[in-house]
């Protein structure tokens, strides 16, 4: 008996799989001409899907992909070589993959590597920029992931820029169809200047521009004014957009406010909220990517806003003598301390020499780094300065932050020192929101 439904089964599939294979006789390629790239490998692309749950394959492959294993196994033994089963991955939130197909690496470790963005149909880069697996590692078939992408346009660009010891380069704009070209509602742009109250604190929108770089100038005047600017070469894609805005507090001026976060949305249904930000020397500007594209009527720009002084006594806490250990070595601290809830702790300290060149990697530099628990919504952690047993008053040089851990960077920690003292303001942030045509680079009135 067990025998007979073996057989029915087998039949069963083999239909299945003929009348599939029929059916569809295999996925076309979206860019169906081979791309070479400078490590000697060639890219195409194979086709895209959208959402949380990913199985990307041919028909036939997507219908064995849901057969149980035992059935699977019978196709891969009936097709053999022919058969290619689906690929499937998941991610966290809906994300836009593009599936490409890449020939056999040719290349050798360490000959460079790439990152993918994603371009319109009037060939404006923006969004964010996607590392991609150098060569000879990268799979056959692979994933690229984009959390916002270009909705508006009949055809697409993936555009790839080529990163090596001589430089970065634009190697490859490889077009595609637009699975989501459709008709989207516009939405209507404000004026600027446009003016918003978050409580006791009046926020003034007086600029949004897209495309430029990360890159800035700053230009003093006599009359003791001066303006940062923003460049516009822009040589590896990745697609800054500026704010102008002025921050007034209308009750306490003693309290000095900042932009903490950008989040930019548009009609089509991209979101993005900022990865990388940077403050002009007048404080009235800052550069943030990733972007979205500037086709669109306007954008809802919502800032999110901190105090950098000002704090009442609650807000403020602080590490104390803490040993700073031997220099050129780690010293696991392993302090704790409780705020409002939210745990805190003091990892370890790396101490380092002074270093006083202009141009410096993170590695060069003392660091430490701190853990806390996940902290509520709206709620900002800042470190405000660090103070040493010498006198010396350290404000970090750069920081960065992975889930729930942060590092801080410090060029001159005296070697004089043995220990130091970490000051640090916990508060809930405000929040406005704007709606503003995004203008480029000498497009403004």
Not at 33 to 46: C, H, Q
Not at 172 to 178: K, T, Y
Not at 417 to 442: C, N, Y
């Amino acid at each position: 008996m067990r025998k007979l439904v073996c057989i029915a089964l087998g039949l069963i599939l083999s239909a299945l799989i003929l009348f599939g294979w029929l059916a569809f006789a295999g996925r076309k390629p979206l860019s169906a001409a081979w791309v070479s790239l400078p490590d000697g490998t060639s890219v195409r692309i194979l086709g895209t899907t959208y959402g949380t749950n990913h199985l990307f394959g041919t028909p036939l492959a997507r219908v064995i992909a849901r057969l149980p294993m035992r059935l699977q196994d019978v196709a891969q033994g009936l097709l053999g070589p022919r058969f290619v089963p689906a690929q499937m991955t998941s991610t966290p939130t809906p994300q836009f993959l593009v599936w490409l197909e890449r020939s056999p690496s040719g290349g050798a470790p360490g000959t460079g590597y790439f990152e993918a963005l994603l371009s319109n149909g009037s060939n404006f880069i923006s969004g964010e920029d996607v590392f991609l697996q150098p060569a000879p590692f990268a799979a056959q078939i692979q994933p690229v992931r984009f959390t916002v992408f270009p909705r508006r346009d009949p055809e697409i660009n993936l555009v790839l820029f080529f990163h090596d010891q001589a430089g970065i380069r634009l190697c490859a704009a490889i077009r595609f169809a637009n699975p989501f070209h459709r008709n989207y509602p516009q939405w209507k742009p404000e004026p600027l200047p446009a003016v918003r109250n978050a409580g006791d604190l009046q926020v003034t929108l007086r600029k949004l521009e897209t495309g430029h770089n990360d890159s800035q100038n700053t230009q003093f005047n006599r009359d003791g004014s001066h303006a940062t600017t923003y460049g516009t070469n822009i040589t590896d894609g990745r697609n800054y957009t500026v704010i102008e805005n002025v921050l007034r507090p209308l009750a306490n001026t003693n309290d000095v406010w900042q932009i903490a976060g950008v989040e930019i949305s548009d009609a089509t249904g991209n979101c993005s909220a900022n990865t990388s930000m940077s403050w002009g020397s007048d404080t009235g500007s800052l550069g943030f990517m990733p972007s979205l594209w500037p086709e669109e009527s306007a954008w809802k720009v919502k800032l999110l806003i901190k105090r950098t002084a000002g704090f009442k006594p609650e807000e403020l806490f602080s590490f104390r003598k803490v040993p700073l250990g031997q220099l050129g070595q780690t010293n696991l601290v392993g302090w704790t301390t409780n705020v409002e809830g939210i745990s805190i702790t003091l990892q370890s300290i790396c101490w380092r020499a002074p270093f006083n060149n202009t141009s410096w990697s993170s590695s060069q530099l003392s660091s430490v780094k701190f853990t806390h628990a996940t902290l509520p919504a709206c709620t900002q952690l800042d470190l405000l300065e660090m103070v040493c047993d010498s006198g010396k008053t350290n404000h970090s040089e750069s920081w960065s932050s992975s889930s729930n851990e942060r590092s801080y960077s410090f060029r001159e920690i005296p070697t004089n020192s043995q220990t130091a003292d970490f000051f640090f303001a916990i508060q809930t942030s405000r929040t406005v929101e704007f709606t503003v045509k995004p203008r480029l680079p000498g497009a403004n009135p």
